[in-house]
């Protein structure tokens, strides 16, 4: 993953030849995924599982990458791919993505995408308004939930490690034991 240089508007962005789809877009910069590792994917799967368990039957649906989420507003656009997207205002889904807001969103953290999960997407995702964003590290075994504040910030983040159970603060009775997601 690396941003290519030259800042250019969305419209640039989408006259890209890019056959994979494989290419985000914030703030300017254009972002190429690489293929996730085992471990990567199968965090990814286990909590998919988890989450399809969990929403069944209710309001809001998760996706998983790759699924375009267009963030905009009259006067800036991106394209992101999260590992994880719950969606509960179902009117931006469309044939190919989602454009509006996620309640949740969910990084798995990989050595190529660290700071820019950290910085660019979380300042994004901030700005925008998703209520909750969860950061998992492969590596330590551990998740990270910020919570979206009253003052539009992000709280300093509920830490969980390996033996914990992840509570949502916006999912009331969402608990996810983090044994079952780092199971490898």
């Not at 994979?20 to 799967?45: R, W």
């Amino acid at each position: 993953m690396f941003p290519l240089e030259k800042p250019m508007t969305y419209e640039e962005f989408l006259s890209l030849d890019n056959e994979n789809d494989n290419l985000e877009f914030i703030n300017g910069k254009v972002y190429m995924l690489s293929a996730p590792s085992v471990i990567h994917q199968t965090i990814v799967t286990n909590l998919s599982t988890e989450l399809g368990i969990y929403f069944k039957g209710k309001d809001c649906r998760h996706f998983v990458a790759p699924f375009d989420v267009i963030f905009q507003n009259q006067f800036e656009k991106h394209r992101v791919q999260p590992d994880l997207t719950v969606i509960c205002d179902k009117s931006g889904l469309t044939e190919n993505n989602y454009i509006g807001i996620p309640h949740l969103v969910v990084e798995v953290l990989s050595p190529s995408t660290s700071s820019k999960d950290y910085i660019e997407k979380m300042d994004l995702y901030m700005r925008f308004g998703v209520k909750e964003y969860w950061i998992i590290s492969p590596k330590n075994k551990t998740v990270e939930i910020f919570s979206l504040q009253e003052s539009n910030f992000y709280s300093e983040p509920t830490l969980y490690s390996k033996d914990d159970i992840v509570k949502s603060s916006i999912f009331e009775d969402l608990s996810i034991g983090l044994k079952d997601i780092f199971n490898i």
